[in-house]
C-alpha cells in the first residue's frame, strides 16, 4: 500500500472519529435541553367545555407529561382522543402544537392556583374549536 493511500486512510479514520465525537457529544447535549414543562402543570385536569357550538361538549380530560407531550381524552372516553405538544414557560406562556382539526400551532398564558389550572388565548386566530376545549378553568384530577 503506498503512503499516500496509507495517509488516505489514515485521515478517513480521523474524520470518522470525530463525527462519532461530535454526534455523541450532540446527542448528550440534545438528551439534556429537551423541553420541560413546568412542575405545577404536569399531571391529569379535567374541565367541562359546556359551549354549545362546541362538537363534543362534556368533561374534557387532559394529561400533561413533563416532557410536553398531552393527551387529550373525551368526554366519557378512556382512550386518547389526540395527543400535541405544550411548551410552557415558567411565566405563564404556552406554546401549543397543532392538533387533528387545527394544523397551525398557537400561544395561550397559564396559571395555576392551588388544584386549578387556567388557560387564556393570547392567539390562536385559526382555530376557534382549539380555544373553546383550550381556554378555561382546569380542574386537577
Known amino acids: 500500500m503506498g503512503d ?3 495517509a488516505g ?8 472519529a470525530v463525527a462519532v465525537v461530535v454526534s455523541v457529544a ?21 374541565r ?7 362538537p363534543f361538549p362534556g ?6 407529561k413533563k416532557n410536553g407531550t398531552v393527551a387529550f381524552y373525551q368526554p366519557g372516553g378512556s382512550s386518547v382522543d389526540f395527543t ?5 414557560t415558567v411565566n405563564g406562556q404556552l406554546n401549543v402544537g397543532t392538533v387533528p382539526i387545527c394544523p397551525t400551532k398557537a400561544v395561550y398564558r397559564w396559571k395555576t392556583s392551588g388544584k386549578r389550572l387556567t388557560i ?10 382549539r380555544v373553546k376545549l383550550y381556554a378555561g378553568v382546569w380542574k386537577r384530577k
Not at 486512510?9 to 470518522?16: K, N, Q, Y
Not at 387564556?120 to 374549536?129: A, H, L, R, Y
Request: proline share 2%; with cysteine.
Open 4 to 6: 499516500w493511500h496509507k
Open 9 to 16: 486512510l489514515r485521515s478517513s479514520t480521523v474524520v470518522v
Open 26 to 46: 450532540s446527542g448528550t447535549a440534545g438528551a439534556t435541553d429537551s423541553k420541560v414543562v413546568p412542575a405545577n402543570l404536569v399531571g391529569r385536569w379535567s
Open 48 to 54: 367541562n367545555v359546556e359551549d354549545a357550538t362546541f
Open 59 to 64: 368533561v374534557w380530560s387532559m394529561v400533561i
Open 84 to 88: 400535541t405538544t405544550f411548551d410552557a
Open 120 to 129: 387564556t388565548k393570547v392567539s390562536d386566530k385559526q382555530c376557534t374549536t
